[in-house]
């Protein structure tokens, strides 16, 4: 890190830096945010999914049982 | 007919690899590459941020157009799907291209926003037409009419876009710097080279995360059917969504 501070020109940070930093911030806050909500979104439709799955799978057990309970002829 | 018939996630990881890339170097460039303008000093360093998201924001439109003609045409529900997003997209593009111009309007003009300058006006002007779009399709209960009337929208909003850059361009009266034009410009070699890849990054960024929407949109649609065919037709059931679904 002090050898890329060490390579920077010298920066007028105390007049422009806060509305440079602003700009850039805003950017990358604006991109959390949205990967956040699309995070939000994909552990719903994993949760949507794995309830789905165990659904599936209690019915198929639900069936085997019937099927062993039927008297065979 | 088929909103989920491509992969959407195929080359995700790849091209979001390839946006991470690209706009680290961008950031390297701006940062520690690119001279101070001789004018605008270190201020100026917002361009390389501002001038693509406003850029995508507008091809995104444009896109969006073009992607609801192709809806149109064929009436296949994934071109509306794309429409959707590109333009979804294009809006969030907007909104960050709206807010790093009034931070750099601020600090070079000393006001946050200047009515007078035809760039500015313009651009919110496209902005609050497309604002218009999702409340547009929320209005529509029924998916069919939903996508054929928003794509008639994208279509009409898509070619203003062009129109209203070429009227802007025409203005004679203006406080908005002119960098790039087709003769070249004023930007010098270093400045350009950045500029052309903050480009690439934010255009990279927009491919990654339209992909990704693309990604979620379908499975959410996979998912609902895949319920309904379990469960039922009441467990498939959508809500009214401004999304195609």
């Known amino acids: ?73 | 007919m088929g909103l989920i018939s491509d992969n959407y996630g195929r080359g995700l990881r790849v091209l979001a690899l390839a946006t991470i890339a690209t706009l680290a170097a961008a950031l390297s460039l701006v940062f520690f590459y690119a001279p101070l303008d001789a004018d605008q000093g270190f201020i100026q360093k917002i361009f390389y941020l501002h001038v693509p998201l406003a850029i995508m924001a507008l091809c995104g439109f444009v896109l969006g157009g073009l992607l609801a003609v192709a809806h149109l045409r064929t009436g296949d529900r994934k071109w509306d799907m794309r429409s959707y997003v590109a333009i979804h997209m294009a809006l969030i593009f907007g909104v960050g291209g709206l807010i790093t111009g009034s931070i750099w309007a601020k600090a070079s003009w000393g006001h946050w926003w200047v009515w007078e300058d035809p760039t500015l006006v313009s651009f919110l002007i496209v902005m609050l037409l497309f604002a218009t779009y999702q409340p547009l399709r929320f209005s529509i209960e029924d998916p069919e009419r939903q996508a054929r009337y928003a794509s008639v929208f994208a279509v009409v909003g898509g070619a203003f876009v062009p129109m209203n850059f070429i009227v802007v361009r025409l203005a004679q009266g203006f406080v908005h710097p002119r960098v790039l034009t087709l003769t070249g410009g004023n930007l010098p070699g270093s400045m350009r080279l950045t500029f052309t890849v903050s480009l690439t990054g934010i255009a990279l960024l927009y491919a990654t995360l339209c992909r990704l929407e693309l990604s979620a949109k379908s499975s959410r649609i996979q998912l609902r059917r895949l319920r309904r065919e379990v469960l039922g037709e009441a467990a498939g059931f959508a809500r009214r969504s401004a999304a195609p679904s």
Request: no cysteine; aromatic share 6%.
């Open chain 1, 1 to 73: 890190m002090s050898a890329i501070l060490a390579v920077a020109p010298a920066l007028p940070l105390h007049k422009a830096g806060p509305y440079v930093a602003a700009a850039y911030i805003v950017f990358v806050v604006l991109l959390l945010v949205y990967l956040g909500i699309m995070g939000r979104r994909t552990s719903r439709t994993e949760r949507e999914l794995s309830a789905l799955r165990r659904e599936l799978e209690r019915r198929r057990v639900e069936s085997d049982s019937e099927r062993e309970q039927e008297p065979v002829l």
